[in-house]
């Protein structure tokens, strides 16, 4: 029988504080220090790589701020009112652009230009630097106008001290083989790979047990081989 877990900390908020940047300084400097109504920015890099995270850090500190923030996905469906620009927005956000469809392309090329007609910031991402962006031609040339970033993801001495911080955050002895696993099975997103450390938490919560190498086998069995719950999606951050 299982045991229910008695409730853990929260999971650590998206922001700027917990974006761990290794060769992505310049792009983490630039987005904290970016002043209102600012040239656009564009960040690109493989998943992994801190995009999302980066964009959402960006989002909270504007709502902190007390500002109006506009933020879009390639799987929001379009044609829809929620693509339409808003009055108020201090800035808009687009993520994955290089899924955006024909008709979600046309909605961010709107976005785009009306967000520089009212001064308002824009900040987006995808997987592909603006030039190679499946993307029609006039929205690739607006999404070079500004400041682009290409980001890197961690290298592995980053990603071990990431996941151990996390642990240790955690309460969780994290042995050097349960990081050698972990790191050997999956790619080195990091994103995924604290996905994975905050459900082996749990996990081993529900049983009582230590994290431990066999412990982390048992789950990946029952959860299916990448980590998440068999049937289900994996939400990864990229």
Sequence with gaps: MRQIPLAIGPEPEVG????????????????????PAAAPVYLWGPAGSGKTHLLRSLARQAREG?????WFDAATPPPSPAWLPQAGWNLVVVDRCEALDAHAQHAVFALFEDAAAHGVQFAAAGTLPPVDLPLRDDLRTRLAWGHVFALQPLGEAETRAALRREADRRGIFLSDDVMDHLLQRFPRDLAHLLGLLSRLDRYSLERSRQVTVPLLRQMLEVDGADGAPAGADAALTP
């Excluded at 700027?16 to 002043?35: C, E, I, K, Q, Y």
């Design 66 to 70: 007390g500002q109006q923030v506009g």
């Design 16 to 35: 700027f504080d917990s974006f761990v940047p290794g060769a992505n300084a310049a792009a983490l400097t630039h987005l904290r220090t970016l002043a």
